[in-house]
């Protein structure tokens, strides 16, 4: 269970839009993700080294600095889908599910450069991309945990143990 200060949030929102703003006006070999704020299943995503020439407006991104040593998992990038019970908005208690997935991308990781950019199954996991890559494996034995592009949080734990972090998610 964990209770979440508004105030701190909002501070820290303040603090990284300022740096990220400076940020896209000196950048020179940076570069940035700018996601749509009312997109879903990857569409409308942008990897750029110009934000501000990206897209016709910033008005409807979210922009975010890239991270260039991203954690990788077998080569890959990767995210974790958390499940999360919100019971309250006024008095927040958060409960989080002891599973989840790690969604992983089809095409192994390079940090981003003009010609790789546009490669999405590098760059973004969102399954709706992912799921057309050839390179996309789907696991279709229920016993085995750590095959596919699609694993759970107990593949997870033991990959985080075999790379010497502690692997306490479930």
């Not at 740096?19 to 879903?40: D, E, L, Q, W």
């Not at 799921?131 to 095959?147: C, G, P």
Request: aromatic content about 12%.
């Amino acid at each position: 269970m964990m209770r979440c200060e508004k105030a701190y949030f909002a501070e820290y929102y303040r603090a990284l839009q300022a740096r990220v703003s400076s940020k896209i006006n000196t950048a020179v070999g940076h570069y940035f993700i700018m996601k749509p704020n009312a997109g879903c299943q990857g569409r409308g995503i942008v990897v750029t080294n110009d934000p501000l020439n990206a897209v016709d407006t910033l008005d409807h991104y979210i922009v975010q600095e890239y991270i260039a040593r991203p954690m990788l998992v077998e080569g890959r990038k990767f995210d974790l889908r958390v499940y999360v019970l919100l019971t309250s908005i006024r008095h927040p208690s958060i409960f989080l599910f002891n599973d989840g997935l790690v969604r992983i991308s089809a095409a192994s990781y390079e940090p981003p450069t003009e010609t790789n950019a546009k490669n999405t199954c590098m760059h973004l996991t969102n399954y709706a991309i992912n799921k057309k890559s050839a390179e996309y494996i789907y696991n279709t034995d229920v016993e085995r945990f750590d095959l596919g592009n699609k694993r759970n949080f107990r593949f997870f734990n033991q990959w985080l143990g075999e790379q010497g972090h502690d692997s306490v998610l479930c």
